[in-house]
């Protein structure tokens, strides 16, 4: 039956303190991330095929930027969403791939994203970690 | 006959190993590996290949970047590229009829056969004065 919640439910004030928990732990790199895709319907469950399709649609911007060689913030967003969702899919392959390109490319990109080599590398050398914590919260948003 | 040159582009060693193999069973082409995108380029001035077949996602210098680097090549951006990825799916590709930034895209993994068929048709279309990379980049 669909729960019916408004702002003062006490699950959406837990799931927020969740995710700003999340934030607060792991940093800007994955708890920013994550609320904006995981956050995307805030009642909604994070499926496989919800899931492969933000996937699906994110690659393809994502590689259209990679040929043509752009590394502006959308570009770069598109393949950072494009990792969070094999981490949440429990891809480690994927989560390389993308982390590679996110840490190729952020090098050439200004601003904000010229930073982010770091956490693209912690990735890389934490591929397992990374996608453990992604599924854990993939399993208790879908329990809330 | 003459062998049509191909350059393969791929951080993977055994997948470049394996498709040169493939590729010279086919016994029309000469193949070279190169296994560190970042000598692509060299690579290409040295063995002027016919044809190249790019891989995306790299460590170092991506797809992307060794796109433009051979774009901006005088002697180079003629060449046409096959561009090979795992981060996309055939049905995202079909619905782009196997085009991306207006280059021939695969998804990996790929069968032998559908390379060649493909290798043989762009180079088909070179011949007939089909568009290459660096029409695609605006240097012509």
């Known amino acids: 039956m669909q729960k019916n919640l408004d702002s003062s439910d006490p699950q959406i004030f837990l799931k927020d303190a969740y995710a700003e928990g999340v934030t607060l732990k792991l940093g800007d790199f994955l708890g920013?991330?994550?609320?904006?895709?995981?956050m995307f319907e805030s009642r909604g469950k994070l499926d496989s095929p919800r899931l492969h399709e933000l996937?699906?649609?994110?690659?393809?911007?994502?590689?259209?930027?990679?040929?043509?060689?752009?590394t502006d913030g959308a570009a770069?967003?598109?393949?950072?969403?494009?990792?969070?969702?094999?981490?949440?899919?429990?891809?480690?392959?994927?989560?390389?791939?993308?982390?590679?390109?996110g840490a190729t490319r952020c090098q050439a990109g200004d601003g904000v994203w010229a930073r982010s080599l770091p956490e693209w590398n912690w990735v890389l050398e934490n591929p397992a970690r990374y996608i453990r914590h992604a599924v854990a919260i993939k399993h208790s948003f879908n329990q809330l | 006959m003459n062998k049509k040159r191909i350059l393969i582009v791929d951080d993977e060693p055994s997948f470049t190993t394996?498709?040169?193999m493939n590729l010279e069973r086919a016994n029309r082409f000469e193949v070279w590996a190169e296994n560190q995108s970042s000598a692509c380029v060299a690579q290409a001035r040295i063995f002027q290949p016919d044809l190249i077949v790019l891989d995306v996602v790299m460590p170092g210098q991506d797809?992307?970047?060794?796109?433009?680097?051979?774009?901006?090549?005088?002697?180079?951006r003629k060449i046409p590229v096959i561009l090979l990825t795992a981060t996309v799916t055939d049905k995202i590709l079909q619905g782009r009829q196997g085009v991306f930034a207006g280059h021939p895209v695969l998804a990996k993994p790929i069968e032998p056969a559908k390379l060649i068929r493909q290798i043989e048709e762009t180079l088909k279309q070179a011949a007939n004065g089909g568009a290459t990379h660096a029409k695609k980049f605006g240097l012509f």
């Not at chain 1, 920013?32 to 995981?38: F, G, I, K, S, W």
């Not at chain 1, 598109?78 to 982390?99: H, S």
């Open chain 1, 32 to 38: 920013a991330v994550l609320r904006p895709v995981v």
């Open chain 2, 63 to 76: 797809g992307g970047s060794v796109l433009a680097e051979l774009a901006a090549d005088e002697t180079l």
């Open chain 1, 55 to 70: 996937l699906a649609s994110n690659s393809s911007v994502a590689l259209e930027a990679i040929l043509t060689n752009r």
């Open chain 1, 76 to 101: 770069l967003l598109a393949i950072r969403v494009c990792m969070i969702c094999c981490a949440l899919l429990g891809e480690e392959v994927g989560v390389r791939r993308w982390a590679t390109e």
């Open chain 2, 18 to 20: 394996l498709t040169r």
